[in-house]
């Protein structure tokens, strides 16, 4: 099935630096949303944007929903060990049938 | 707890028998969605109930894959003749409407041996 276009697909960073990871899509979704994943467990929402150039922030998480509705981007500042696992982007149509469409992940480690 | 709860959370089961998983999604949530998730991938969508009715399901839901809700509250996915390439994380996510937050279970993995 279709997946959106994750990068970068790791990241390995020191604790205390700011990470950015972001997702591309050839087609217009009406709602964007992140997910994180840790091992064996379900993806557990962070942040969802609803409208074409939405900034919205959760701690130390800041999300925006692209103008062209094509792609998204999230930032962490100030990483913490407790920020590593898998993120997920994920897209969503109008009326919402088929489901969100998830991005591949992109999989945080963080070293102390 | 009032999330998404699914059970089991592992089986294991021999190539060919039957398995069937359960959901329960949050109470209020009238829209319920079945996701397969691969190793190394995104969870990828199998179908969707409104309420009790399936309204939509995925190329990837095969003939041997099927799926209720009875009374529009938990929903059971069912895999006949399974096979090793159903091995997999089945996820369930349920939302109160269009375009909100889908909040997903903790995952059924399914290891076919």
């Known amino acids: 099935g279709q997946q959106l276009n994750q990068s970068p697909q790791s990241m390995f960073i020191q604790e205390g630096e700011d990470v950015s990871m972001n997702c591309t899509s050839s087609?217009?979704?009406?709602?964007w949303l992140w997910y994180k994943q840790d091992p064996g467990e379900g993806p557990v929402l962070l942040i969802a944007?609803?409208?074409?150039?939405e900034l919205t922030s959760n701690g130390r998480l800041t999300a925006q929903f692209g103008i062209t509705r094509k792609d998204s981007f999230l930032n962490i500042s100030a990483s913490i060990p407790s920020d590593v696992g898998i993120y997920f982007c994920?897209?969503?149509?109008?009326?919402?049938?088929?489901?969100?469409?998830f991005g591949k992940g992109t999989h945080l480690i963080i070293q102390p | 707890d009032t999330g998404v709860s699914q059970n089991p959370r592992h089986k294991i089961t021999k190539r060919g028998q039957n398995v069937t998983f359960r959901c329960d999604p949050i109470?209020?949530?009238?829209?319920l969605y079945w996701y397969r998730q691969t190793l190394g991938q995104g969870p990828e969508f199998l179908t969707y109930?409104?309420?009790?009715?399936?309204?939509?399901k995925s190329r990837l839901l095969s003939d041997r894959f099927s799926a209720e809700r009875p009374k529009g509250s938990f929903s059971t996915l069912e895999i006949q003749r399974t096979e090793q390439g159903d091995s997999a994380m089945y996820l369930c996510?349920?939302?109160?409407?269009?375009?909100?937050?889908?909040?997903f279970g903790q995952g059924t993995r399914l290891t076919v041996v």
């Open positions: 994920a897209g969503q149509r109008r009326g919402g049938a088929d489901g969100l469409t």
């Open positions: 087609s217009i979704f009406n709602t």
């Open positions: 996510a349920s939302t109160s409407g269009v375009n909100t937050e889908a909040f």
């Open positions: 109930f409104q309420n009790e009715a399936q309204l939509e």
């Open positions: 109470s209020e949530h009238n829209r």
């Open positions: 944007l609803y409208k074409a150039g």
